[in-house]
Nanobody
Framework: VQLQASGGGLVQAGGSLRLSCATSGRTSSTARMGWFRQTPGKEREFVAAINWSGGSPVYTDSVKGRFTISRDNAKNTVYLQMNSLKPEDTAVYVC????????????WGQGTQVTVSS
C-alpha cells in the first residue's frame, strides 16, 4: 500500500486547511486509516482515524470539534479537514494505514508540513 499526503501549507491562526491522503496498491486488506503529526523533539501524536469503509471516526481531544476526517471511496482518498487552526497544530502531518486484524499501522506516507502562524 502506498500513501501520498498533500495539502499542507502556511496559514494564519483561525484559518483552515484540508489534507489529502491518496492510497494505491493492495488496499483490499486495509481496515483503518489514520492521521498523525510530529514536531521536532516530540513523539509522534495520533490525530484522527477512520475505518476504510468511512465509519467510526475518532479524534484526539485537542482537535475534537475542529478537525474532521473523512473518506472518498471512489478516489481511495482520506481527508483531514482542519478548521480553527492554532499555532500548536504546527507539525508534519502523516497518514497511515492499518490492516485488518492488526493493531499497529503498517503503512506510512511521507508527510506534509502544516505551519500555523499567530
Amino acid at each position: 500500500v502506498q500513501l501520498q499526503a498533500s495539502g499542507g501549507g502556511l496559514v494564519q491562526a483561525g484559518g483552515s486547511l484540508r489534507l489529502s491522503c491518496a492510497t494505491s496498491g493492495r488496499t483490499s486488506s486495509t481496515a483503518r486509516m489514520g492521521w498523525f503529526r510530529q514536531t521536532p523533539g516530540k513523539e509522534r501524536e495520533f490525530v484522527a482515524a477512520i475505518n476504510w469503509s468511512g465509519g467510526s471516526p475518532v479524534y484526539t481531544d485537542s482537535v475534537k470539534g475542529r478537525f474532521t476526517i473523512s473518506r472518498d471511496n471512489a478516489k481511495n482518498t482520506v481527508y483531514l479537514q482542519m478548521n480553527s487552526l492554532k499555532p500548536e497544530d504546527t507539525a508534519v502531518y502523516v497518514c497511515a494505514a492499518r490492516r485488518a486484524g492488526e493493531t499497529n499501522y503498517r503503512y506510512w506516507g511521507q508527510g506534509t508540513q502544516v505551519t500555523v502562524s499567530s
